[in-house]
């Protein structure tokens, strides 16, 4: 079987099922629906799914097998399709009229349909178009190297890659330019940072996943889509996110430390100071990954961290801020 035709495994999917609650009637968003892994979940437990994604491709597949997806049809319909970013769920979810919700899933960056293609671009395991765009539109990842200067293409693989030799490899891509295929800008990078054939972890990885993150502003999206999370959950809503690598666990357990007060430090020797805004989540698990059943049949896994979180009564931040 070829990646292209092979299975698309959801990571941690007992986890995150165990994490959301799912009960018949509740209202829970997919925000990365991808192949539809966890959607398919939370249906079977009788739950209506408000499922977002940008990438076209992703949409269109669950729209073309109504067999397997007769809740697009149901009446009232329990999957409901969002062609947009997750970051646009606010927007996305009032157009319909839903105002809270009681689950939120984000499963963050590239999905594995994405990865086995090889014409969008986005891993050197084939050669392909170098493009990388999730939405399939717009400022594309031949774009940028082909166009930034070397100072900004340093910055985007130390900032998104943490590429340490990041001047080295901007300045061996700006000398190879034109760059327009996967295949090319891989074996630029490898030659730049000294590549055998046979170590245990390609060089080039570092530099994909940043240029991929810069071309689709993943980061932003995510501090965006988190701060609407706490805006649409209810109180005693649930969220879950899994991440796939240091960057964006940051950004997520930074979230959910400020959001819960987890982050505030008191100490004895210093008048006691009123929390800025009340606590709107609950840190309810630690951080979960993958067990080595999941990585056995899942090696992609291997990266995954799940963190997850309750909403409490707390109104919104930005609202409490307001309100002060």
Request: glycine share 8%; proline share 6%.
């Amino acid at each position: 079987m070829s990646t292209a035709e092979a299975p698309h495994i959801p990571v941690l999917l007992e986890e995150v099922v165990a994490a959301l609650n799912p009960q018949g009637g509740d209202r829970i968003v997919d925000a990365t629906l991808g192949a539809g892994g966890y959607t398919r979940r939370l249906l079977d437990a009788g739950a209506t799914v408000h499922a977002f994604d940008r990438d076209p491709d992703a949409i269109a597949a669950i729209r073309a097998d109504p067999a397997k997806w007769p809740e697009l049809t149901s009446n009232p319909p329990r999957l409901v399709l969002h062609p947009r970013r997750f970051s646009e769920m606010v927007e996305g979810l009032a157009e319909v009229g839903v105002e809270e919700v009681d689950g939120i899933v984000m499963d963050i960056g590239v999905s594995s349909m994405q990865l086995d293609q090889a014409d969008r671009g986005f891993a050197f395991a084939s050669d392909g178009p170098l493009d990388m765009r999730m939405s399939q539109e717009g400022f594309s990842a031949a774009d940028f190297v082909n166009e930034a200067d070397e100072a900004e293409i340093a910055d985007v693989l130390y900032l998104y890659g943490e590429e340490r030799q990041s001047r080295r490899v901007a300045r061996a891509i700006v000398a190879a330019r034109p760059l327009t295929t996967t295949g090319e800008l891989a074996r630029v990078v490898r030659k730049a940072l000294g590549y055998r054939p046979g170590a245990p972890k390609d060089p080039a990885t570092r530099s994909f996943q940043a240029i991929r993150i810069h071309v689709n502003g993943e980061l932003d999206e995510l501090d965006v889509g988190l701060a609407a999370s706490e805006r649409l959950l209810r109180s005693g809503g649930r969220l879950a996110v899994v991440t796939f690598h240091s960057l964006e666990d940051r950004k997520v357990k930074r979230f959910l430390r400020d959001a819960s007060g987890a982050g505030q430090t008191i100490s004895r020797h210093l008048p006691q100071v009123a929390p800025a805004s009340a606590p709107t989540f609950e840190l309810v698990a630690k951080a979960v990954r993958p067990g080595e059943a999941e990585l056995a049949v899942n090696p992609r896994s291997r990266s995954a961290t799940l963190r997850s979180a309750v909403r409490t009564d707390a109104p919104a931040r930005d609202t409490q801020r307001s309100a002060a």
